[in-house]
């Protein structure tokens, strides 16, 4: 049976993962709005909400609205600054709960993950989820949303739908129907510029996209014509398990102020970099690529990202490549139109576990 029928995708995502880690300490501020980001009573800021409670959202507050919009849209919530390290710690005990039920469990962010389950039929795969959520709930205090579906794409979305903490089972047979009738914006990978792309051929539902033929769409999407109509008639294209590492990490500063010196960059580059190798060096990862970004002061992005060869660790070759990369966005920029900077982020992607230390020749000079 295991041989011959494909795997379920149980893709589980934590409701309102830093708030919610934050209420474990805090049970007193259940059931009242709650914010996690810089607040905005230490002064004027240029942070971003990184999450809400579900209780502040009917304020119109989501996750990456600058504070100060979120503070005057909700007035009366508590605001909590954030406390990365502890996330990351919680977010190692979500992944030991997860590999419980599945030797291949997928991170693809702090709060995402897909567990792969073999071997077992559908309600066998709701069953795995419910005590997925409940071993979540009673051991670290964490809610859940579990999407299901034999494609890691399709139970993405159906965990969309199951929020806030329930469980949406798509069969195959059911898939199509299930997907018509949302907007093409819930299928992952669609941003705003297709989502306008799409609305300028007429196709507002993932079903108005079903009726289209591959062909018809190439010219505005490419490639991604086929991949997009194949998911919208619920038969997407086979994909790789992958790794049961995740697949990057990356951390950001947003300035007071937009800034227009190298060397205030650097410093920060510099930073973030050393923050990140930490934080990588505490769960044992290796990376292979560093990436820079930018957002610009009129909110445009620009990037540039690395390939080291091997994988290295620790924080003198992710500095390295994150300054120098840093500056090549800089002097790019520089020489045209010369817009300072609002936030900055490094990136880290393509890691394997580490083993034991690396050596490197640097360390013996």
């Known amino acids: 049976m295991e041989g011959s029928t494909p795997p379920w995708v149980l893709y589980v995502d934590l409701d309102a993962y830093y708030v919610s880690c934050e209420l474990r300490d805090r049970p007193e501020l259940r059931g009242r709005p709650v914010i996690v980001g810089p607040p905005p009573t230490e002064g004027p800021t240029r942070g971003v909400v990184l999450s809400a409670s579900y209780e502040a959202r009917p304020s119109g507050v ?55 389950v073999r071997g077992v039929d559908a309600e066998e795969a709701r069953r795995v989820a419910a005590s997925i959520q409940q071993e979540l709930i009673e051991e670290l205090a964490l809610p859940a949303s579990v999407g299901i579906a034999r494609s890691r794409a399709i139970a993405k979305i159906a965990t969309d739908r199951a929020k806030p903490a329930g469980i949406r089972l798509v069969l195959p047979w059911e898939a199509a129907a299930f997907l018509a009738p949302l907007p093409v914006r819930a299928i992952p990978g669609v941003g705003p510029k297709t989502e306008e792309l799409l609305r300028g051929l007429g196709i507002l539902t993932v079903g108005d996209l079903a009726g289209r033929k591959p062909s018809e769409l190439m010219r505005a999407l490419g490639s991604f014509a086929g991949e997009l109509v194949s998911l919208a008639r619920g038969e997407p294209r086979e994909e790789p398990e992958g790794s049961d590492e995740p697949r990057s990490r990356s951390t950001d500063h947003t300035f007071a102020r937009d800034v227009d010196r190298w060397e205030e960059i650097e410093e920060t580059v510099r930073t973030l970099a050393g923050e990140l190798a930490s934080s990588l060096d505490r769960e044992n990862l290796r990376y292979g690529t560093v990436g820079v970004a930018y957002r610009w002061a009129d909110f445009s992005r620009s990037q540039r990202s690395r390939s080291l060869g091997a994988a290295r660790e620790g924080s003198l070759p992710l500095t390295d490549a994150a300054v120098h990369l840093a500056r090549e966005l800089w002097d790019s920029e520089r020489s045209s139109r010369r817009r300072p900077v609002r936030t900055v982020s490094v990136r880290t992607e393509r890691f394997v576990p580490r083993t034991q230390r690396q050596v490197f020749l640097d360390d013996f000079w």
Not at 68 to 74: D, F, G, Y
Not at 85 to 107: F, G, M, N
């Open 62 to 116: 989501r996750s990456a609205m600058p504070v100060a919009v979120a503070a005057r849209l909700c007035p009366e919530a508590v605001w909590i600054p954030p406390d990365f390290a502890k996330y990351e710690r919680v977010a190692r005990d979500v992944r030991a709960v997860l590999r419980r039920h599945s030797p291949t469990v997928i991170p693809f962010s702090i709060d995402e993950a897909a567990v792969i």
